[in-house]
């Protein structure tokens, strides 16, 4: 029996970037088509434009008004933003960004209304897309209070070979240390924890977690956020079960190739995790949105407004989150029918020489 076609909603993010040219890149290759179906909120107009202006491949398009009446082995498209809106390559826009939100909006209607499976987002500008409706720092933020219910969100950048959280996303490097907590750091753990097991399919992660100051603090010499935050969460989690090391220096961690010895890496702010993960797998890697009861994918690039018009970008790394996105809705579904109908224990140790009793027979 063939799987399931997953439905992917895909938001066309800043029209004036490169996502639609990464879109119609992936979709160039019509073999995706056959174990997903894929649903672009945006404009079947300005995707036209794109492909006739990067002169690129024709994708089987095919114009819907509902996510429900998409055809499988078809490149769906659904018009939610106005179809004489100007692309302009490269310019930062209000009405780009205004296009952006509609596009997402709709597609958050449809993650509600199940009527798609997962969501993969293109690149947004995250200045031209603030406005009335949105006052976000970006896509996680947004997501977490569209669709978190009181769940935190946990932006996680994921390649084959690294996976690296964060405790702290979009802000202010000033703010940082001022954010911190050992309740904030228990709870990202606690998230990534739950996400390495249930998205990613790993039993017992081990995850390596990054001190904030150089050299781990040095004993205090450097700063107390080692000694007086990071460990008590890294206590605090070890007694729910969780397998966390560290807190170690991040130039030594990574430039020793130690993050190889682990599932996953808590980082305490952005470019501390950012800046190694990009430095390696920069075009390849993934950006998943964990801890929410949605799936939402994205490229680990931005519009990339410099080459943007120019046939230059690279599709890889959104073809890599349609990918993950896929794996991530099927591990979820393997993950719930495996703890569905959990055995019923059957024996406990009464203590000592190992005896063991069986509730079949006595104090059942």
Do not use: W
């Not at 008004?65 to 809106?85: R, T």
């Amino acid at each position: 029996m063939s799987e399931k076609k997953v439905k992917i909603g895909i938001t066309h993010g800043d029209i004036n970037g490169i996502g639609y040219e990464v879109i119609l890149k992936t979709f160039a290759d019509d073999r995706i088509l056959d174990f997903c179906i894929p649903i672009i909120y945006g404009s079947g107009k300005i995707a036209a434009y794109h492909r006739k202006a990067l002169d690129l491949k024709s994708a089987n398009m095919n114009v819907i008004n509902h996510a429900s009446e998409a055809l499988p082995n078809k490149v769906n498209v659904i018009n939610c933003v106005d179809e004489e809106l100007k692309v302009e390559y490269g310019k930062v826009s209000k009405e780009a960004g205004r296009a952006a939100f509609l596009a997402l909006e709709r597609a958050s209607e449809d993650l509600d209304n199940k009527s798609i499976d997962t969501l993969l987002t293109a690149p947004i500008n995250k200045y031209s897309i603030q406005g009335n409706d949105f006052d976000f720092p970006g896509h996680t933020e947004y997501l977490e209070h569209r669709h978190g219910n009181g769940q935190k969100a946990l932006m996680i950048l994921t390649s084959d070979d690294l996976r690296v959280a964060l405790v702290t996303g979009h802000m202010p490097l000033s703010e940082i240390s001022s954010t911190l907590s050992t309740e904030t750091i228990l709870e990202k753990l606690l998230i990534f924890n739950q996400s390495l097991k249930v998205d990613f399919c790993i039993s017992a992660p081990r995850i390596a977690v990054l001190s904030l100051n150089p050299h781990a603090g040095e004993e205090g010499l450097l700063g107390t956020e080692e000694r007086d935050i990071i460990s008590p969460a890294m206590a605090a989690a070890d007694k729910k079960g969780i397998l966390c090391f560290g807190p170690f220096a991040a130039d030594g961690f990574f430039g020793s190739g130690a993050f190889s010895r682990f599932d996953g890496v808590l980082a305490m702010y952005h470019d501390q995790g950012l800046i190694p993960f990009k430095t390696m797998v920069m075009g390849n890697g993934v950006n998943f949105t964990a801890g929410l009861p949605i799936i939402r994918t994205s490229p680990d690039h931005g519009t990339a407004c410099d080459i943007a018009g120019q046939n230059k970008a690279s599709e890889k790394s959104f073809r890599n989150a349609l990918y993950l996105g896929i794996d991530i809705f099927r591990n979820r579904n393997f993950y719930q029918v495996s703890v569905e109908n959990p055995l019923k224990r059957q024996y406990y140790d009464r203590g000592g020489d190992n005896e063991r009793l069986d509730l079949t027979k006595e104090d059942a």
